[in-house]
């Protein structure tokens, strides 16, 4: 048998070795006594767990999501896993969901007992909102749309087909917070929506952390109880439950960087608005589709070309380091064998998967640096 190791250590290596990096996590914290301050605050009154920091991080969010109810929670992983538990899906259950996400979506089902249920994606890379209907039984229990990039799935389509059979939403957030649809923030539209502050997400704390937001308060009571243990009081456990809290520390992280969020945010969308126009004219490439109707985040800026491999092999030859998120769809990982899809069962997904390709374009991506990939493409690509 061979051993698992942490391959994390080699990609911090490797992520070093690049021009123009899509980890840039040294730059944004370089300037960090602010941070530094208030934590000294949180070890001098020692509220490692569940501190005032949290609270004040979860009633801003609320505010800035304009949501009833934040729940800070351990990890963007548990928030989807203790989003599905609040609603009670359990062994033999069925949850809708996209074969196109990072693993930790379909995890979140699996890990429950219950049967992740595959619908495609469009071309967007958010589920197909017409196949939605044929993928439901009388074991669906719920629906859990992604996000993808940061673009917002067809929340209209998808609530409409949730309301008409009554099945609740659980949105995989990870990549989208601070993005809006219609004019209302994501966060604010389903039974409850996910989120990640993991450190390569759009508002990144120093370690692991994520969000629950709702406008239902009696699953907000309920959230809360099963982050903590189940815990009414010190020495009162209504029910047996789990330890999934934001810590203190990445609460005070995370409240600096809940000021920075837009600005960030604002940055990506305009380096990808830029690369758009710069690579229009391109007839082998599909961009990410921008409109005024929604703010897409741009966690990912990923276009999709036949040329795919080529262009990764020259791009990385060049110091930029162009990722592939992800090679291979959810349904055809090692993980999913017990599923019984094969290839071909959702060829958009698929074809996405051999086709995309994320170029960085966070805040500290410069224009030259910008218009640098824009010319490699444009002769890679034609
Ligand atoms: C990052 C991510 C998650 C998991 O979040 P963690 O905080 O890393 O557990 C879930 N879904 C998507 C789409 C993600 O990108």
Redesign the pocket.
């Known amino acids: 048998m061979t051993l698992s190791k942490n391959f994390n250590l080699d990609q911090y290596k490797r992520d070093h070795q690049f021009q123009i990096k899509h980890n840039y996590l040294q730059e944004q914290f370089s300037e960090n006594h602010e941070i530094w301050n208030k934590i000294n605050e949180v070890i001098s009154k020692s509220e490692f767990t569940l501190g005032s920091a949290v609270e004040q991080f979860e009633r801003r969010l609320e505010e800035y999501l304009g949501c009833r109810h934040a729940i800070s929670v351990g990890?963007?992983?548990?928030?989807?896993r203790l989003s599905l538990i609040a609603l009670g899906v359990q062994g033999g259950d069925e949850v809708i969901t996209s074969p196109y996400?990072?693993?930790?979506?379909t995890a979140?089902i699996v890990t429950l007992g219950a049967t992740p249920v595959f619908v495609d994606v469009d071309d967007t890379g958010c589920m197909d909102v017409e196949k939605i209907e044929n993928a439901i039984t009388g074991k669906t229990k719920a629906i859990l749309p992604?996000h993808?990039a940061g673009k917002p799935a067809n929340l209209n389509g998808i609530l409409a087909i949730a309301n008409h059979y009554k099945i609740p939403v659980v949105e995989?957030a990870?990549?989208a917070l601070g993005g809006s649809y219609g004019g209302a923030k994501i966060g604010t539209f389903g039974t409850l929506t996910?989120f990640?502050?993991?450190p390569?997400?759009n508002l990144n704390v120093w370690g692991?952390?994520?969000l629950i937001t709702t406008n239902n308060d009696e699953l907000a009571n309920h959230l809360r109880l099963i982050r903590n243990h189940g815990l009414d009081t010190r020495d009162v456990c209504r029910v047996f439950a789990f330890n999934s809290r934001l810590d203190t520390i990445q609460a005070v992280v995370g409240i600096t960087m809940l000021g920075k969020l837009d600005a960030i945010n604002r940055v990506r969308h305009s380096n990808s608005k830029f690369l758009n126009d710069s690579l229009s004219k391109l007839k082998d490439v599909l961009l990410p589709v921008i409109t005024d109707s929604e703010f897409h985040t741009f966690?990912l800026y990923s276009i999709r070309t036949k040329q795919r491999d080529d262009l990764i092999n020259v791009l990385t030859l060049n110091g930029v380091d162009a990722k592939i998120h992800y090679p291979t769809p959810l349904h055809l990982q090692p993980a999913a064998k017990f599923l019984g899809y094969v290839q071909g069962d959702f060829p958009i997904a698929e074809r996405i998967s051999r086709e995309t390709i994320s170029l960085p374009v966070h805040e500290f991506v410069t224009k030259e640096q910008l218009i640098f990939m824009a010319d490699i493409i444009s002769r890679v690509v034609k």
């Not at 990890?75 to 989807?80: P, V």
């Not at 996400?101 to 979506?105: E, L, P, R």
Request: aromatic letters at 14%.
């Open positions: 990890s963007g992983t548990d928030a989807l996400s990072f693993y930790a979506t979140a992604v993808w995989d990870c990549h996910c990640s502050f993991h390569l997400k692991d952390g994520g966690h």
